[in-house]
């Protein structure tokens, strides 16, 4: 009997900590879905599908002013296409903001 139930609590904790990994295409002026809703503790992977991009969630790039977002986050830029530009684990709940900081991006729609 103990041996089921400590069966029964690993599978349960399996479950109550799993987390789900979420991806956004960064591209020309865009990161694909533009909006998300994720869970407490998933992750966010961001890919270059062309062009040099980052992924910031400190300062907004258009208006100089924080994000003001639960946790700030940021990354350096990447300009090789396919690859991971940054992957973050949101562990704060809350409403979370970011923009490409490169050049003109954000001016230009990359929020």
């Known amino acids: ?12 904790g399996a479950f ?3 987390q789900t990994t979420h991806t956004v295409n ?5 990161y694909e879905p533009s909006q998300l809703i994720i869970a407490q503790g998933d992750m966010v ?34 300009s090789e296409v396919g690859a991971e530009i940054f992957s973050y684990t949101f ?5 979370y903001n970011y923009d490409c900081s490169v050049g003109q991006h954000a001016a230009n729609g990359m929020v």
């Open 26 to 30: 960064a591209g020309m002026f865009y």
């Open 91 to 95: 562990n704060t709940p809350g409403t």
């Open 45 to 78: 992977v961001w890919i270059n599908d062309m062009g040099n991009h980052d992924v910031n969630g400190d300062v907004n790039s258009i208006t100089g002013e924080s994000f003001g977002n639960p946790e700030s986050f940021d990354s350096p830029a990447t």
């Open 16 to 18: 109550a900590f799993s």
């Open 1 to 12: 009997m103990k041996k089921i139930l400590l069966s029964f609590y690993f599978l349960i």
